[in-house]
């Protein structure tokens, strides 16, 4: 028996994963779609003993006897996002994600990401890419998701916090699901970032004929039909994270927080829905950090997790988006209640888009093939 031992892999840059599809949002939250129903019935694997940790993270010390140790500065983290997806995905792969605010007074972006994609069989590389665009979008590709099941489908204003990288994509996927959106209500610190958003607007979406900028977070909240916080910040304090008030709420409003975010107690009460896009995830992070939780991770699904322990909420107050993807529980029920949805990021996402990505560029010629060996040197 003939053995093939060669092992070539393609290299994808950013503009390759441009030309091979990664920002295509409405196929991106297709993919997320399907990712889901995955997740729900158990056809995926990623860390920690329960098989849904986020990752695993180094982490720097306060005060270190060595000069060269990198202080825990905000955003600081070097981590590696482990997965195995099957149904009609059936690879694996590893997001590596290094990110320092500091970043910013460089010209760089705050995270630096790389995907490497591998065939679930041999483990041998299949991709090494770029993963900036691919981590923003299936980020963003998951509030769309939400909003297809859980915002009303007359929706047409979006209240945005935080017009960054995130803000961008979650805009992008909530028109995806909803295209009725006409007007978006901001808030940002810089005016640089607003006047890019701005400009990303109107060039991409033409159908929004308003955008407000405003000047506080209740703002971004009045009546809006669907609302996201795409903050960046100090995390430790939950006093300091954005809140949402009740009061501040549209009936029938849609929320999806993929960053920082604190609810007042009218926002807790049991008869704003709370969906998490993975309960597993929320519960492996519970077990991981010292409590409470909610001032280390600061998503609204860690605080549900913080309420559980205070006896505020039980695990049957709490639902899963899987379950509703897959029909197995209720999506929205009238155009009264309101929903809110608890993002936290996922890296079967990234093994989900990565592999779409990566088809894409196999069957359009597009990226560097590059060769591990045609023969390993030890085996």
């Not at 000047?215 to 910040?233: K, P």
């Not at 309960?279 to 492996?284: I, K, M, P, R, S």
């Not at 049957?316 to 209640?337: F, H, T, W």
Request: hydrophobic share 40%; with cysteine.
């Amino acid at each position: 028996m003939s053995e093939n031992t060669k092992i070539d892999f393609i290299y994808l840059s950013e503009p390759d994963m441009i030309k091979a599809g990664v920002t295509d949002m409405p196929s991106c939250v297709d993919t997320m779609e399907e990712m889901f129903g995955l997740l729900y019935t158990g056809d995926y694997r990623m860390a920690g003993p329960n098989n849904d940790s986020h990752g695993a993270m180094i982490t720097f010390p306060d005060e270190s006897p060595f000069p060269t140790m990198p202080k825990p500065t905000a955003d600081r983290r070097l981590m590696a996002m482990p997965a195995y997806l099957g149904g009609n995905f059936q690879t694996s792969g590893v997001k590596w994600y290094g990110s320092n605010i500091a970043n910013r007074e460089k010209g760089l972006p705050r995270s630096i990401l790389m995907m490497i994609l591998n065939d679930i069989d041999t483990g041998a590389p299949l991709a090494y890419m770029s993963a900036n665009l691919l981590s923003a979008y299936r980020t963003g590709a998951i509030p769309g998701v939400g909003a297809r099941y859980l915002a009303r489908k007359d929706s047409k204003v979006i209240g945005l916090l935080g017009p960054g990288v995130m803000g961008k994509t979650t805009v992008a996927a909530f028109i995806a699901a909803c295209p009725q959106v006409d007007t978006i209500k901001v808030k940002g610190r810089g005016q640089k970032n607003l006047d890019s958003f701005i400009d990303w607007v109107k060039e991409t979406f033409p159908q929004v004929t308003t955008i407000d900028v405003v000047d506080s977070v209740e703002a971004v909240v009045r009546g809006s039909d669907l609302v996201t916080y795409c903050n960046s910040g100090e995390v430790g304090d939950p006093s300091t994270y954005p809140i949402v008030k009740r009061e501040w709420v549209k009936p029938g409003a849609f929320l999806a927080m993929p960053a920082s975010c604190s609810l007042d107690d009218g926002m807790e009460q049991k008869d704003v829905r709370k969906v998490l896009d993975n309960t597993g995830l929320y519960e492996a992070w519970y077990e991981e950090v010292p409590k409470p939780a909610h001032n280390v991770i600061p998503l609204v699904g860690v605080r549900c997790m913080d309420m559980i322990a205070e006896g505020k909420l039980s695990h049957d107050d709490l639902e899963d988006l899987g379950k509703i993807v897959y029909g197995d529980s209720p999506a929205r029920q009238n155009d009264e209640e309101i929903i809110i949805l608890s993002v936290g990021g996922m890296p079967v996402e990234d093994v989900a888009w990565a592999t779409v990505v990566y088809r894409n560029a196999i069957e359009k010629g597009i990226g560097v093939s590059l060769n591990l060996w045609d023969v390993p040197a030890l085996r």
